[in-house]
């Protein structure tokens, strides 16, 4: 179990669940703990991590990911999989906060859950309405998210605030959990969404090679399959400097993520 100073850096709710974590061997509690506002370049970092996908033969066309940086085999990892197009402009957005409703579109992604009613589900929480706006890109995601139980325990979804740290960790838990006790194999969730094989996904991820109507190539890049949910005008994009919290915000360190999931 995590000690009980690393625990104190979080809430209450947040220690059982980081506990599970530690044990399975999703974050080093021996590193300096520290609930800030998560952006994109960790929470991808966490997830491919998370799910031993990291790959660092990966490569993306992302103009704003520099080559040398921390998070290019996290954000090329994760956009060979078919679990982010960015802003569908060619940007991955690295340094943006990483929204729960965003967080829910990549963990929808992962998992690959089938949809459910999306009305429905959400009808209990009085902060749903924000999903028909800015954010109806992650709506369909939260309320799979919901129904999946990974999501939405609370009274309210938050789906248009930035994640903090003890959340992504209780949600990367959770989502864990979920393939775990359902036998999702993400591999095979995103080899099935990309039209090849498990095989063929994973020899071009460590080939260098993402896919183009169905074939592997390092000439192109596959088309953004998941662009319309994660399209987002660039003067409505918050960033971590904009999102009030009372959180330290901001972090520029490598996310606590080590271990592997099945």
């Known amino acids: 179990a995590a000690s009980d100073e690393y625990k104190a850096c979080f809430p209450s709710w947040a220690h059982a669940p980081i506990d599970s974590a530690e044990e399975k061997g999703l974050i080093d509690t021996e590193l300096a703990c520290k609930n800030n506002l998560v952006n994109r370049a960790e929470g991808y970092q966490m997830i491919t991590k998370g799910f031993n996908v990291w790959n660092e033969a990966a490569v993306t066309n992302f103009k704003d990911v520099p080559d040398d940086g921390w998070y290019f085999v996290a954000a090329a990892t994760a956009q060979t999989l078919g679990w982010t197009a960015g802003d569908g402009k060619g940007n991955f957005m690295g340094a943006n906060a990483m929204l729960r409703g965003q967080l829910a579109v990549a963990i929808n992604a992962v998992l690959g859950l089938e949809n459910v009613s ?145």
């Open 118 to 262: 999306a009305d429905a589900t959400l009808a209990k929480y009085p902060d749903a309405a924000v999903l028909n706006g800015n954010l109806k890109y992650a709506k369909q995601a939260v309320a799979n998210l919901v129904e999946a139980g990974i999501m939405g325990k609370g009274s309210k979804l938050s789906a248009d605030q930035g994640a903090t740290k003890a959340e992504v960790i209780v949600m990367l838990n959770a989502t864990v959990d979920y393939a775990d006790t359902n036998d999702v194999s993400v591999m095979d969730v995103a080899a099935e969404r990309l039209g090849v094989s498990a095989d063929e996904l994973e020899t071009a991820l460590g080939n260098g090679e993402q896919f183009v109507d169905g074939v592997a190539t390092s000439e192109g890049f596959i088309a953004a399959v998941i662009a319309e949910e994660e399209e987002v005008a660039e003067e409505e994009v918050v960033t971590e400097e904009e999102v009030v919290t009372e959180e330290v915000v901001g972090t520029t360190t490598v996310p606590e993520i080590v271990g592997s999931a099945s």
